[in-house]
């Protein structure tokens, strides 16, 4: 069974500090989404990280995914309380249809002000 | 334009009652998902459809489980002989096409609780 494992599940931190989560497994996906969730809201869409040591950038997120393409991290710098939410990540596996994900439990952000 | 709406947002129900959560995808999308979220936790695949057809039901949990999507457009999931257990969020999410690097929209999900 593929899993993704997201730590750490929780982190709350002040307005203005660099933080990085992790998102971690023994298997290759073919690529590796990011979402964010806020209360009662649906996933979005963050990124889609798709090559071995691809990095990409979302104003003040970085993205990254590992050259074995079994993990990824997202670096977020001077974080804002607008960052608050639940980060997941998602990924498509290589091996089955390429419909579904697999989901990882999600590392909840507070950002205090 | 519209988004992913999905309806009620909230339902109560009782152990042992039916009960019915409906989904608008983004018109136009052709594929539409299912997943089940419970607290702490991130989404868990349900079912797939790819037009009016159920292209892959291998999440649904058991057979009190059942969804629909006579038209290809709207979805509705069903729950027969509700248990605690089927507590979660359910969230519905569309896509233009199938397959994992195109982007899901999701719905901002139903929260269903049963006593």
């Known amino acids: 069974t593929q899993l993704l494992e997201q730590s750490p599940q929780f982190l709350s931190i002040q307005e203005g500090e660099n933080l990085t989560v992790y998102c971690n497994s023994s298997s290759v996906f073919s690529s590796l989404q990011w979402y964010r969730q806020e209360p009662g809201e649906g996933p979005v869409l963050l990124v889609t990280?798709?090559?071995g040591g691809e990095v990409k950038k979302l104003k003040r997120l970085t993205f990254q995914f590992g050259d074995a393409r079994k993990d990824s991290s997202l670096h977020i710098t001077a974080a804002q309380p607008g960052d608050t939410g639940l980060y997941l990540c998602?990924?498509?596996?290589?091996?089955?249809?390429?419909?579904?994900?697999?989901w990882g439990a999600g590392t909840k952000l507070i950002i205090k002000p | 334009g519209a988004g992913v709406s999905q309806t009620p947002s909230n339902k109560v129900t009782e152990k042992g009652k039916y009960v019915e959560l409906r989904c608008d995808p983004i018109?136009?999308?052709?594929?539409l998902y299912w997943y089940r979220q419970s607290l702490g936790q991130g989404p868990e695949f349900l079912i797939y459809f790819q037009g009016t057809g159920a292209a892959d039901d291998s999440g649904l949990p058991n057979d009190r489980f059942f969804a629909v999507r006579p038209e290809g457009s709207v979805s509705t999931l069903k729950i027969q002989r509700t248990e605690r257990g089927d507590s979660a969020v359910y969230l519905c999410a569309s896509s233009p096409i199938a397959g994992g690097t195109d982007t899901q929209y999701f719905g901002p999900g139903t929260r269903l609780t049963v006593l």
């Open positions: 018109s136009g999308h052709t594929a």
């Open positions: 998602a990924g498509e596996s290589p091996k089955d249809s390429n419909y579904q994900l697999i």
């Open positions: 990280v798709v090559t």
